[in-house]
Every structure is written in C-alpha cells, then in structure tokens.
C-alpha cells in the first residue's frame, strides 16, 4: 500500500490527540484514503512528559527543523499555536514543498493572506479546519458544500468558553468569575482567558468564516469587538423576561451596502436555534440564496473533537497527493486573484436593534426626557419597563428599540449621560430579532 509520511509539530493538548486518532484509526484511514497515514514524526520541546503514547523509537523527537527538512515528510501538522514560531515553521515547510495542517485561528486571523500567496506560490495546500468550531465542520462547508451559493449571512457560537461561561449565568445563577473559573477547570479556555472573555479568539474565528464566504481578504482588524464581561446578572433575568437569551455572537452579514463583521453579546429570542446551544458547545447558522438557512454544532475545543478535524484535513491532503494534485479546492474558497480587499462596515454604519438599561431617578419627567433624546436622535421606542419602583434612589428602566443606526445610538446615549437624573453609564445590548 502506498505511504503519506506526516510529521506533527507541537505534542500538547491538541497534537496528542493527533498522534493518537492517527495510530487508534489507522486501519480505517488507510481504508479509506487507500494509502497507510505514516506519522514519522512527533516534535516537541519537551519530550520527557508522558503523553500517554507508545512512539516507536525516532518518532517522538524534539527537533521541529528535521521534520521540516526531512524529504520524505508530505504533510507538517502544525500544533504548536501562537503567532512567531508557528509561523515562521510553516513558511519555512512551504518553502520545502510541504503541504500543512494547521488549527491556529489567531495565526491565520494575524497571517493567513501572507501564509495563502506563500502556498499558492508552492503549489501546496494548507488546510485548517481544526481553527473555527473544532470538530464543527463549518470551513469545508462553506469552502465546498455551498460552493454555488452567495453567502448573505453566517452568525455563530464560536467560542466555548463563553458560551459555558454565559450558560452557567443564565441556569445556574453563577458568578462571572465562578464561571470562568469552572470553564478554566475543564480545560478549554485559552492560556490566556482574555481572549476568549474578551472576544479575540472568536473574531478571529469570524475573520475566517468572513473570508471564506464573501471572497474577502481576512480583515480582523476592522472587526468591530466586545467581550463579555460587562455585563450585569440583572441583564441575564431581564433578558430572559423579554423571551432572550444572551449570547456572544460572531456576526457577518452582507447587508447590501458592505460586509458587517462583528463581535458582541446579543440578545436572541428562545425561539432561535442558537438560542438553544449550551454549554461549551459551538455552533453556526449559515444563510446562502440558494441553500436557505443551514445550522451546525458540535465540540469547539477539546482534544479529541479538534484532532477529528486536524485529521479530516490530513485525509484530503492525502487524497490530493495521491491523485497528483494540489490546490483542487482553493483555501479560501474563492480563486486567489479573486479575492478582494473589502473593507468591513464600521459598526456606526449598522442598524440593530437594542436592549438599552438606565439607572435613572424616580421622579416625573425622567422617561420624557430619555425618550425624548432617544426621539431626538432618530430613535423609535418600541417597549419601556420601570422595575423595582423605590421611592428614593435610582432604578432600572429598560428600553427595547426598533432598528437603529449604531452612530444614531451613540449620539443619543452621549445626550442622555448627561442628564442629571441618570445616575450611570447605560448598559447596551444589541438585540438580533426579526422586526415585526
Ligand atoms: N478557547 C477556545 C474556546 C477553544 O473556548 O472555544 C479553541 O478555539
């Protein structure tokens, strides 16, 4: 039987679980790519702790350079994570001719076009489904499935953490901080938790997905970002009032005048789908003109669900290198000379609509007055709810208004702030509904 030699770069979480898939599975793989997976290599600097892995001698080895110049590698599975070595890794097998596999989202959100000529230019496929959803298959989805469609609309889960963390607020009455916690137990939180509560990893996932559908250069830095930390337990209750859940949400769309890309909690009724994706689940909605609406779920992170796709990739490379060709499906899905740089929409330039919380005096005048520089801006008011009526001291008033431009929004929050009845800076949540 023919031989597609692999060498993993990186032996922690997620490069474990690929060397382990690759040697549990190698009999139905090979039975089903026609040719033996052979992983030659494993390279890590640290080659002392047990991975819970019998290697045969020469396999497991700390030196990533010999995999790399090794002629009889195809294929460089790149688990090492991170921008600077990672990246300067995977130039460097490219230029040796080497397909690559790879699961970092912060990479290709930093480097992907640069990393895409480099491939191109080698004639050599570089596949990276493990970096949006983990075992989601949302990239060949979008890449090969709804190849015929124009893309309208992908909106997602794309971080577990959050969603876990978000969950845990809303059923459990947790604290934030006791929910982080317990999503950093699990063990699917980044090193660092500020980029998943702070939205970074999932905009990275969106400049990825963004790509993808609309033939658009990645463009992460015009990503409009906001985390999840700022928001209060009594916004969980009141949402939940409303008939909303509060999720984190990557948000793309071509809404006719551009491409909105953006990230923040979001209200959504119960009645949607994500609505119903708990847990450290992820989850995405795709709306193409002629597919409709289609949904995916499955495990973001973790080591099993990751490796399934990092092999799912290994297996097409495989597939190309046995039938002599490379670049069959182009990485990111449209064909390179057309995919454009387009700016995405400042959020100043959406329209949504918002849950908006005041803490206000209880006096006469005061919801005049809001509601007046909320009309003033071009704002329409579509509910208003005072709650826990006090005589003295601030209260709560909530506010749920039609669509409405972000910069319109603003300009009405900067006249209310300044109202010496309003005690504290608003709280705003945009609200992703069907406007009746
Ligand atoms: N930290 C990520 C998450 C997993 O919580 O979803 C990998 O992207």
Redesign the pocket.
């Known amino acids: 039987m023919k031989q597609v030699n692999v060498g993993i770069l990186g032996c922690g979480t997620v490069g474990t679980g690929v060397a382990k898939i690759l040697m549990d599975n190698k009999d139905i793989i090979s039975s089903r790519v026609g040719a033996v997976i052979n992983l030659k290599y494993v390279a890590d600097i640290d080659t002392e702790t047990d991975r819970g892995i019998t290697f045969d001698d020469g396999v497991f080895i700390s030196d990533a350079n010999k995999v790399i110049d090794d002629p009889e590698v195809h294929i460089i599975i790149e688990m090492i994570g991170g921008e600077s070595i990672a990246k300067e890794f995977i130039l460097k097998a490219i230029n040796n001719g080497k397909h690559i596999v790879t699961a970092n989202?912060a990479l290709l959100a930093g480097s992907g076009n640069q990393l895409l000529s480099a491939a191109s230019e080698k004639g050599c496929d570089i596949f990276f489904e493990a970096s949006v959803g983990?075992g989601m298959p949302v990239i060949k989805t979008l890449r090969e499935s709804l190849a015929c469609n124009k893309i309208q609309a992908v909106t997602g889960i794309?971080?577990?953490?959050?969603?876990?963390i978000l969950s845990k607020i809303t059923t459990d009455g947790n604290s934030f901080e006791d929910a982080l916690a317990k999503?950093q137990a699990k063990g699917?939180?980044?090193a660092d938790p500020t980029?998943?509560v702070e939205g970074f990893?999932t905009a990275h996932?969106l400049s990825i997905l963004s790509a993808l559908a609309y033939g658009m250069e990645i463009n992460f830095k015009d990503i409009y970002v906001e985390g999840i930390t700022k928001i209060a337990p009594m916004d969980f209750e009141f949402a939940r009032q409303f008939g909303y859940s509060i999720k984190l949400l990557a948000i793309s769309k071509d809404n006719g005048n551009g491409i909105e890309a953006r990230v923040h909690p979001t209200m959504i009724p119960h009645g949607n789908i994500l609505s119903n994706v708990t847990g450290?689940l992820?989850a995405v909605t795709v709306t193409g003109d002629g597919v409709g609406d289609i949904f995916i779920s499955g495990h973001?992170?973790g080591m099993m669900p990751?490796a399934s796709a990092v092999v799912g990739d290994v297996v097409d490379i495989a597939r190309n290198i046995l039938s002599g060709t490379t670049g069959r499906v182009p990485l990111f899905s449209y064909q390179k000379e057309n995919i454009k740089k387009v700016p995405v929409l400042s959020i100043n330039e959406i329209s949504t609509n918002y849950y908006l919380r005041f803490s206000a005096l209880d006096q006469p005048g005061v919801l005049s007055k809001i509601s007046g520089l909320l009309g003033d801006n071009g704002i329409s008011i579509k509910s208003v709810h005072q709650k826990d009526r006090k005589t003295m001291g601030s209260v709560p008033i909530i506010m749920l208004t039609h669509s409405a431009k972000e910069a319109d929004m603003k300009a009405a929050l900067s006249d209310i702030t300044s109202l010496d009845v309003v005690s504290e800076d608003p709280v705003i949540i945009r609200i992703e509904d069907e406007e009746e």
């Open positions: 989202k983990g794309l971080n577990g953490t959050c969603n876990y999503a699917f939180a980044e980029l998943d990893d996932k450290s992820n973001g992170a990751t």
